[in-house]
């Protein structure tokens, strides 16, 4: 197994298959001699012991029950835990001497760092050490901003790049989806940042060309292309979906407000532009996920395929249509969908049974 | 993960390693200029909410421009047009005004600051503070006069009211630093304002379409806040207004520190020293 989420996948297979196995025999269309239920029995079990060593996967529903309670408080519990560094730094600051401060602000980060380290090798789970870096991360990204604030240092977009490269050290070392995701998202800001400074603008005015998020969006995208993530437990589907929403977040924008691109057009001709390139990205994305077998990249497609639909539906309908008029039609594009997709997934069935 | 762990740590090292060199390296050798000023122009940073623990610890730099307004309360503004900043200046920033005002046909005027990162020159209780305070009191003896001869008009009675605060303000209270020119090249604009009366300072200025012209505005200053070092702000949090959420200053009020201001090597300030002024005491 390479990682927690194929060794939790594999529990629920040998969960799944004891389940059936009684079925069958209810039904009386199978029965297991003595010997091979205990040679069957004997081999999940050392294998369930593994891969519980290992991973320390789930292997009944009320261990995954209390699993997923543990992940919402772990999640609430880091939050809290850096909000509370955050603002204990911000109760106290002006007590300290510059020296003491820049003390603090250098030995926070590693010391949490090292915390974190020492609580992995000593905790299965990984639920504490996710939760302590965290705030190793908040410490960084502290470590920074204060002292940029206590020495009036000008601020730079390279500060982005710094705040991603330690997240995803973090996430790779602890294996936390969240300060992945975090630091994808401060290097997309980081070259959306850099692509405008090098055509002679502020970095911080950024947003307001959604189009410098594209590249970036691309190149999250295609990570997982070059490098395979079969060990990290959903890190995959975090570069996938986020490479998708930095480019089709920017294009539902341009699709309202033409005004804000860098193409020398009338803004209805970018906003009408943006809107069919949206419709066929949405919809070239879902393909893609059914060609690959990404359901979170079918996800994503779908999620925004709609949301343009109704973005048009809204522009052309809601000043014209009487209110009731209006959702129905919504609700009858929606039954639409559903059809379609129903019988899509009727026709993939046909052919893997075909296949089969 | 070891070398995952490992690699995050030589980040974190080298990374404050950098950033205090960089601070060294600022403050090395002698200032490129070393102003004092007082509470006018520094005056202690507001306080809200929950940050309002770490009130006194930082002052924000309040500046001000000559505009090309004529109305003299609005040439003032820090939103207005500064009277130096044309079209030739824009040019001369690098800003490319042909093609902005061949993109202002295919788009809507206005919709899009764009902010473009100079050097300011700010200049202390020099020629644009006179101007702006003889322009300021003509006016104020115009209305004057105007309110004299039309004793019975209420509205000339209040516009003379709130130009006569304004012009108290502006001789005891308001800041005396004019932003009076900008520039890319900090070793040019050293030598073109050397004297002890200026200050360079990075900031941005935003790029606007109006209807015939594309406008830059002072959009802020880079460093539009200074932190003040423990045993000044000490100083500084004794005295009543400092803490709270509104500033101490009216249109009567004068000011009660003034403050040593040195800017660096990357033009990145830092406070020297604070003295009280024992006679606002």
């Known amino acids: ?356 | 993960m070891r070398k995952f762990v490992l690699a995050a740590a030589i980040l974190l090292l080298l990374v404050n390693l950098i950033v205090l060199a960089g601070v060294a390296y600022n403050r090395s050798g002698a200032p490129l200029f070393s102003i004092e000023l007082t509470e006018r122009e520094l005056p202690v940073r507001r306080a809200f909410g929950v940050i309002r623990e770490n009130a006194a610890t930082a002052v924000s730099i309040k500046w001000n421009i000559l505009g090309q307004d004529k109305d003299p309360i609005r040439m003032l503004s820090t939103r207005g047009l500064p009277s130096w900043l044309q079209e030739e200046k824009l040019v001369e920033l690098g800003v490319d005004v042909e093609e902005l005002e061949r993109q202002r046909d295919s788009s809507q005027p206005g919709t899009i600051p764009m902010l473009k990162e100079v050097v300011l020159v700010l200049e202390y209780d020099g020629d644009a503070y006179r101007q702006a305070l003889s322009l300021a009191e003509r006016r104020e003896v115009e209305l004057q006069r105007q309110s004299s001869s039309s004793p019975d008009d209420a509205a000339l009675a209040n516009r003379l009211r709130i130009l006569s605060n304004y012009v108290t303000n502006l001789k005891q209270s308001q800041s005396r630093l004019y932003v009076i020119d900008a520039g890319l090249d900090i070793q040019d604009l050293r030598k073109k304002y050397a004297g002890k009366e200026y200050l360079l300072i990075r900031g941005e200025i935003s790029l606007w379409w109006s209807e015939n012209a594309v406008d830059g505005r002072i959009f802020h200053l880079s460093t539009g806040q200074i932190h003040i070092p423990l045993p000044f702000w000490r100083i500084l949090a004794d005295l009543p207004g400092a803490q709270g959420h509104f500033p101490h200053q009216t249109a009567s009020a004068k000011p009660r520190y003034t403050v040593r201001l040195n800017i660096g090597k990357r033009l990145e300030p830092w406070i020297e020293s604070v003295t009280l002024i024992e006679s606002a005491e």
Request: aromatic content about 16%.
């Open chain 1, 1 to 356: 197994m390479d990682n927690k989420q194929k060794a939790q996948q594999r529990a629920e297979q040998i969960q799944a298959f004891y389940n059936e196995i009684s079925l069958l025999e209810d039904a009386d269309m199978l029965r297991l001699d003595d010997d091979q239920r205990q040679r069957i029995s004997h081999y999940h079990e050392g294998l369930l012991k593994s891969l519980t060593d290992a991973y320390d996967i789930d292997t009944s529903s009320r261990q995954k029950q209390l699993s997923r309670g543990m992940k919402i408080v772990s999640f609430i519990g880091a939050l809290a835990l850096a909000a509370s560094v955050f603002f204990l730094f911000h109760q106290f600051w002006g007590y300290f001497g510059t020296p003491l401060q820049v003390s603090i602000l250098v030995a926070a980060p590693l010391m949490t760092l090292y915390v974190t380290y020492w609580v992995s090798q000593r905790e299965a789970t990984g639920y504490f050490a996710k939760m302590l870096s965290m705030v190793s991360f908040v410490c960084f990204v502290l470590n920074l901003v204060m002292l940029g604030q206590i020495f009036n240092i000008t601020q730079s977009e390279n500060v982005l790049l710094l705040f991603a490269v330690y997240g995803v050290l973090l996430a790779y070392a602890f294996d936390v989806r969240l300060l992945l995701a975090m630091g994808i998202l401060a290097f997309a800001g980081f070259i959306a940042a850099r692509t405008y400074t090098w055509s002679g603008m502020y970095w911080l005015s950024t947003g307001e060309r959604p189009e410098n998020f594209f590249i970036p969006a691309v190149l999250i995208f295609t990570v997982p292309l070059l490098w395979k993530q079969e060990k990290y437990s959903g890190f995959t589907p975090v570069y996938r979906v986020f490479g998708s929403l930095l480019f089709l977040v920017p294009v539902l924008v341009l699709s309202n407000w033409g005004a804000s691109s860098y193409l020398p057009w009338d803004p209805s001709v970018i906003e009408g532009a943006y809107q069919v390139t949206g419709f066929v990205l949405s919809a070239a994305l879902i393909a893609l996920g059914i060609r690959k077998h990404w359901p979170d990249v079918i996800n994503t497609g779908n999620a925004f395929f709609v949301l343009f639909l109704y973005t048009k539906f809204f522009d052309w309908w809601w000043e014209i249509m009487p209110k009731y008029l209006f959702f129905l039609v919504i609700a009858l594009t929606s039954l639409l969908l559903l059809y379609l997709y129903k019988h899509l997934r009727r026709h993939s069935q046909l052919t893997e049974d075909k296949h089969a």
